[in-house]
């Protein structure tokens, strides 16, 4: 069964703090993973990678994935309020939009 | 250019009853696939659908259904409803059939809270 595990599920840290998010999978045929923050009801998309060791980079927020050991980071530096959210991420199975996803990790940045 | 639209926001049934949500992508998408996110599962997926026809489905039983419609609209139903099925219900486009060529935008949801 496709499998997608997050690590942490919940994590509070004091806003400028480094966060790294991990994300592990075991899947039968890897396409590619996607990271998504989920605020209030949409998660919005924030990185694609399908590529193993090519870094994704969105300001503050970064990404890399490793094939070999089938897991993913994403990491945000200076935190602020605002990146207090659900992470997720998700594996692109087969050729179709079936994502499988993790459970997400719950953020909480305190000023 | 509008985002995915899902209606209704929330929704209220009793067991047993049936119900049909409904997805509009965002234009000019069409690729629509449906998820439905609770606390103890997370997101699981339901089924996609590309040029209205169902291209994959996920693991859940026959009461849940849906169907696209030419102009890429998405609806889907369940019918006789659980209390298990309380959830919120996620729909997502993207413009082609394949989410590797760019990914999903997510719509949302219909909150369904069934009594």
């Known amino acids: 069964e496709d499998k997608v595990v997050q690590s942490p599920l919940s994590l509070v840290v004091h806003e400028g703090d480094t966060v790294t998010l991990n994300c592990s999978y075991e899947?039968?045929?890897?396409?590619?993973l996607l990271w998504y923050k989920q605020e209030k009801k949409a998660p919005t998309f924030l990185f694609m990678l399908?590529?193993?060791?090519i870094e994704k980079k969105s300001g503050r927020l970064s990404s890399i994935l490793d094939k070999k050991e089938l897991s993913s980071i994403l990491n945000i530096t200076a935190t602020q309020t605002g990146d207090s959210a659900i992470y997720l991420c998700?594996?692109?199975?087969?050729?179709?939009?079936?994502?499988?996803f993790g459970q997400g990790t719950r953020l909480t940045i305190n000023p | 250019k509008a985002g995915v639209t899902q209606t209704p926001r929330y929704l209220i049934k009793t067991r047993g009853q049936q119900v049909t949500l409904s997805c509009s992508p965002i234009?000019?998408?069409?690729?629509v696939s449906w998820y439905q996110q609770t606390p103890g599962q997370g997101l699981q997926f339901l089924f996609e659908?590309?040029?209205?026809?169902?291209?994959n489905k996920g693991n859940f039983p026959g009461r849940f259904s849906g169907r696209q419609f030419s102009n890429s609209r998405s609806e889907m139903n369940v019918s006789t409803l659980e209390l298990g099925d309380s959830a919120l219900y996620l729909c997502?486009?993207?413009?082609?059939?394949?989410?590797?060529?760019?990914?999903?935008?997510f719509g949302n949801g219909t909150r369904l809270t069934v009594t």
């Open positions: 997502a486009s993207s413009p082609g059939w394949g989410v590797d060529n760019s990914p999903l935008h």
């Open positions: 234009s000019g998408h069409r690729s």
């Open positions: 998700a594996v692109v199975v087969g050729g179709a939009q079936k994502l499988v």
């Open positions: 399908t590529s193993s060791g």
């Open positions: 899947v039968t045929n890897f396409r590619s």
């Open positions: 659908y590309f040029s209205e026809t169902q291209r």
